[in-house]
């Protein structure tokens, strides 16, 4: 504890004489340094983040190195009332059975094969990622995945391996899978048909070529599997393990959601149809079905906001934005930008190649919040040296959502599946098992990315 | 009136290293719902039904949502099974809100209710556990007070 301590104040404090050497002025120094510190902080010690961004931004505020209007402006309100409104929705899909029910329909596959099985819990990872977000969907995707490992007495680590793999190549699919992905839309004035558009065939391409890739590194397994399978026959006591209490309450669960996600989804038609301004509704529509249900569930209204809603993450997110606006405020991205540039020989490819690099990189061992919300003003400060930046907001999101593939808690994803292998069957991942099908899942994923995102115009558009 | 008048000294305890099986016998055999935990006179946790059905049930069964279970799956089974391996210290609460003896009545009670416990365990200043009072025990002395 101590040596982290103060590893942790050695490496701001390097950082901050290393800033002022190259030019920095004492309020872009200490903006820099106490950024540093909350990325450090969670790394170092991740209970005690809200901690370090509550100390930090108030230094800053003391310090005069950003004002309360700056600070509140730069919190981006607008995101955390978007997370906030999707929380509510998640909680009430979860009450109303919905996941369950797709674990259910898991545990019912009809004719089961080990292949059908692997491409099963792929696709559904994937897909249930990008519209309800990677921690709710892993949830009940690994409880599904050892329901049926332990029916036909395998071992599920492979599989609740593939479908974090898999979980993590969705969340950057659509606006929705990951908070990174509205932070970055609302940042680059990116709509969901954006994402539609470009994020979604790039991953669904990348989730094609891994399913290629784990068949054959889990080959065994998969034949292990298949015998079981034959040695069992039907799935028979999985198909009558769980049920759903109240089917009427599912359908106008799912009804909600369902409206809520057509409407994200034709933000951007309806914003151009009523002379609104951009994302105006995709940040709304979460915060409006939040309203339906809470007027819907009255009597778990409050249980809906304090339990569901993850205060401490928000507000976590809020602060740490705050202080990524303090670099802003006081102009210390537009020198970093600037170093940025110089490194890629202010090369657009060589950019692309270094910010999706080092976003993959960053975030196999960050949060990836953290380090999109550190990387966010550095790009748009990258617009005054004269790049165009649309290629560089997809690099980041690629970068940030593929790179959590590479170690065991490179994704919040990650951290949850193996807690919940760790509870439930006492089995502690080394770090090395998962490792190198992360690293050549993470790989093979960030080349596609980056090859696409530098040969394709549509990346430029 | 204080908890030491009404707390009960001679208590049923666990030991840390007694099996779980063993130790759900015993609470099933006295029809209680969990006893106190102590090692070398020391309170070092206190074990419940709660705590076994925490151990046997899927740690994420919270976290899926409302459903029903029409079975139960072979790894509950396997848990029920290895119920013998595992000891009181593996699934016991501990940290648990403790009094001392000079504790009023109905701090015990608010304690019970805030704090929703069955059970308080009276301690003198080393841990050592001195008595215990039933959620019952404090209401019978209420409404001997109410006399």
Known sequence: MKRKIILLFFIAACAGLLSRNIGFNNHQVLALSIFLMSILGTLFFWSFRLAFVFLGSSVLLLTGTINFESLIKSASLDVILFLMGMMVAMGLLKDAGLFAWIVSLMLRIKNLTANKFLIVICFISALLSAVTSEVVSIIFVVAAILEICDYFEVDPVPFIIISVLATNIGSAATVLGNPIGILIATKAGLTFEDFILKAFPLSALCLISIIFLVKVWYHKTLIQLGEKIKEFGANEMLIKLISIPIEKQLKIALWIFGSTLFFIAMHHRFELLLNLEDNTILLTMPLFSAGCILLWKWRKAREFIEKDVEWWTLLFFMLLFAQAGALSFTGATDVVAASFARAAGHNQSGLIVLIISASALGSSILDNVVLVTAFIPVIKSLKGVGFNLQPFWWALLFGGCFGGNITLVGSTANIVALGILEKERNIKLSFFRWFWIGLTVGIISVVLAAFALIFLPLYHA | ?147
């Open chain 2, 1 to 147: 009136m204080k908890i030491k008048e009404i707390m009960v000294r001679d208590i049923k305890s666990l030991s840390g290293r007694e099996s779980v099986k063993d130790a759900l016998n015993l609470i099933l055999k006295f029809k209680i719902s969990g006893l106190p935990v102590i090692d070398k006179g020391k309170l070092i946790g206190v074990f419940t039904e709660k705590d076994v059905l925490r151990a046997i049930l899927p740690s994420y069964v919270n976290q899926v949502g409302g459903f029903v279970y029409g079975d139960t799956p072979k790894n509950i089974k396997n848990k029920l099974i290895k119920l013998a391996e595992l000891k009181v210290s593996d699934v016991m609460a501990k940290g648990v809100e403790v009094v001392g003896e000079e504790t009023a009545l109905l701090e015990a009670a608010r304690l019970m209710l805030v704090k929703n416990m069955r059970r308080i365990i009276v301690v003198d200043k080393n841990d050592k556990v001195l008595g215990i009072a039933a959620r019952c025990d404090i209401l019978r002395a209420l409404m001997d007070l109410a006399k």
